[in-house]
């Protein structure tokens, strides 16, 4: 079975920093990837999600971007944080092998000060 | 537009008091109907997937049904360790549209 792995599991920044949260996938080969954001008490918004390296497709406008340097490596990065960019972050992984379930990490909570 | 709403937001249940969480969907090209559950700062935890209307899968004091329009999570005896935000999601091609979720307590 597939193992999500993501870091850091914490992170408290200043408005205007750079982020870089990472997420690396044990388990499964090509799969589907994506970042999701979910604010306190409520859904899971998707961010971005990749069907292979260098692919990448944004579904939310904002100072976020994704890259997948390597098939089983999603990054989650911002130039300048916005307090707006507080929140749960999730990643997770698909294998059509695995009749389409998406697997998650254990998340990385975000608080930008 | 593609989207899914769970109802209720919040449900308390007495320990042993059945009950059903509603998941709705309005998806074109639905691939699967998929249960999780998220405890406090963690990841969604897998449950379920749902293909096609009249399917049902279960575990445990678990069961989920799928209409053409409607999930179900049927929740049969809860224990207090059921407690959990519960999510559904729907799926087409590569793209999962996730509820806002059911927050459950269940009191011993």
């Known amino acids: 079975s597939q193992t999500i792995h993501q870091w850091p599991a914490t992170l408290v920044q200043p408005v205007g920093s750079p982020l870089s949260l990472e997420c690396t996938v044990e388990?499964?080969?090509?799969?589907?990837l994506y970042w999701y954001r979910q604010a306190a008490g409520r859904g899971l918004q998707l961010l971005f999600y990749s069907v292979g390296i260098g692919q990448i497709s944004s579904e939310v406008p904002q100072n976020l971007s994704a890259s997948r340097p390597q098939d089983r490596q999603f990054i989650l990065s911002s130039k300048k944080l916005l307090l707006s960019d507080s929140g749960f972050y999730l990643c997770a992984s698909q294998t059509l092998s695995s009749y389409n379930e998406q697997f998650f990490g254990p998340g990385t909570r975000l608080t930008v000060l | 537009e593609d989207q899914v709403t769970q109802s209720p937001e919040a449900l308390r249940l007495q320990e042993g008091e059945s009950s059903s969480l509603n998941c709705s969907y309005t998806v074109s090209g639905l691939r699967g109907l998929f249960w999780y559950r998220q405890d406090p700062g963690k990841g969604p935890e897998f449950l379920f997937t749902?293909?096609?209307a009249g399917e049902e899968k279960e575990k445990e004091r678990l069961k989920a049904t799928l209409t053409k329009k409607e999930s179900f999570l049927h929740i049969t005896a809860p224990k207090p360790e059921d407690s959990a935000t519960y999510l559904c999601a729907a799926v087409n091609f590569n793209k999962f549209y996730f509820g806002s979720g059911t927050k459950l307590n269940v009191k011993p």
């Open positions: 749902l293909y096609s």
């Open positions: 388990g499964t080969s090509n799969p589907n």
